[in-house]
């Protein structure tokens, strides 16, 4: 897991931590917070999903139960992603390039090419 996905999902079980069920006005209160820093969370699982795993937008959309259409503004608010959004959208030109960023494969090496030789010498 990364790290901001890590600090995300702690933010959100702290926040559900501290559900205050005194009065339902307090618990909506609390609980509309706690479902923020889940969906923070979310978010965040969903963009590295589709960046380090190369899953795709509809399949993190119906594993996460929600329509494909608003992946994209999700991705947007992660910090996987953010710095690839226009328009508060994540399209997939910006996964790409995120995806190529992230790619973690050992850097490009130069190999050399053995050249055809004429046969006929």
């Known amino acids: 897991m990364d790290d901001e996905l890590t600090t995300r999902y702690a933010e959100a079980v702290t926040t559900l931590g501290k559900v205050d069920l005194t009065s339902s006005t307090v618990a909506v209160t609390s609980l509309t917070q706690a479902r923020d820093a889940v969906q923070s969370a979310l978010d965040e699982a969903m963009a590295q999903a589709v960046t380090h795993e190369g899953t795709s937008v509809r399949q993190i959309a119906a594993l996460a139960g929600i329509a494909p259409n608003s992946v994209s503004p999700r991705l947007a608010r992660s910090a996987t992603l953010a710095a690839y959004s226009r328009g508060g ?28 030789r004429n046969s006929h010498d």
């Open 89 to 116: 959208r994540v399209d997939a030109q910006g996964i790409t390039l995120a995806r190529a960023d992230h790619q973690e494969d050992a850097p490009m090496r130069f190999v050399r090419r053995n050249s055809k």
